[in-house]
């Protein structure tokens, strides 16, 4: 088997010895499914619970790409602000990593205090919790601009804006796309926060109302389905960033 093939089956290899090896030692030691279900089960609750899983799975979706395509938008802006001063970089990179240090799930009550509990605090959180990363990606893809090269620019007749655009925005793309692949990940753990606490929609909610009810092999199915759509989503953009970021590329692995 050629190498080429036998990395393209390497996930499925793995994931699928994984879920053997799980299903012998759950049958081998007698595990009870109300603590860790085989995976024979999961597949049978994603069965019977088909049309509730597809339901909340498609809400969490929406909610999570809201907010992602929020926090790029707010992310990218605020990281060139910041990355376009060493003042502005001084004065507001300590108080983004103080709210970073926040936990998210700290925050969901008040989004319910203004906003009410459903859609919007849910997008809210997927929001905040994957800004973080694109900002400081993007600020730090303008801070590797060499002192020398502007100088060089600036003598011969650049503008701090024609080399922040011809120089510095360029240069930040492949940490820019790169920080798309960790925030859109963090979006979603956001979004199920906000619907585990404060809606009734969602994966989150379906995993609650699960775990209420002891259906074990319902709160895997939604973490199932919840891992598909965050691989789904970052093969996405994997797939953009090799596309829009191949020229900064020196090797496989990063496109992975």
Avoid: C, H
């Avoid at 049978?44 to 498609?58: E, H, K, L, M, T």
């Avoid at 093969?235 to 590329?249: K, N, V």
């Amino acid at each position: 088997m050629k190498q080429s093939t036998l990395i393209r089956l390497s996930p499925w290899l793995f994931t699928i010895g994984l879920l053997v090896i799980w299903e012998v030692v759950v049958r081998a030691f007698n595990i009870p499914t109300f603590f860790l279900p085989p995976p024979t089960a999961i597949a049978q609750a994603f069965v019977d619970y088909s049309g509730p899983i597809a339901r909340n799975s498609w809400i969490t979706l929406e909610t999570t790409m809201i907010g992602f395509g929020l926090a790029v938008g707010f992310g990218m802006l605020l990281g060139l602000l910041v990355g376009w001063s060493r003042a502005i970089y001084a004065g507001l990179y300590p108080l983004m990593i103080g709210f970073n240090a926040i936990p998210k799930v700290a925050v969901v009550p008040i989004l319910v205090l203004w906003f009410g509990i459903g859609f919007v605090p849910a997008v809210l959180t997927a929001f905040l919790i994957s800004f973080f990363p694109i900002v400081v990606n993007v600020a730090t893809g303008l801070a590797t601009i060499e002192p020398e090269l502007e100088d060089v620019l600036k003598a011969l007749g650049a503008s701090k804006l024609d080399i922040m655009r011809k120089v510095g925005i360029p240069r930040s793309l492949p940490y820019f796309f790169g920080s798309l692949k960790v925030a859109i990940t963090l979006a979603f753990v956001g979004s199920v926060i906000s619907e585990s606490v404060a809606s009734n929609y969602g994966i989150g909610n379906l995993m609650l109302q699960a775990q209420a009810q002891f259906q074990v092999p319902l709160i895997f199915a939604g973490l199932v389905a919840l891992a598909i759509e965050g691989i789904a989503m970052y093969a996405a953009m994997a797939f953009l960033e090799s596309r829009m970021t191949g020229w900064a590329q020196r090797s496989g692995f990063a496109q992975n």
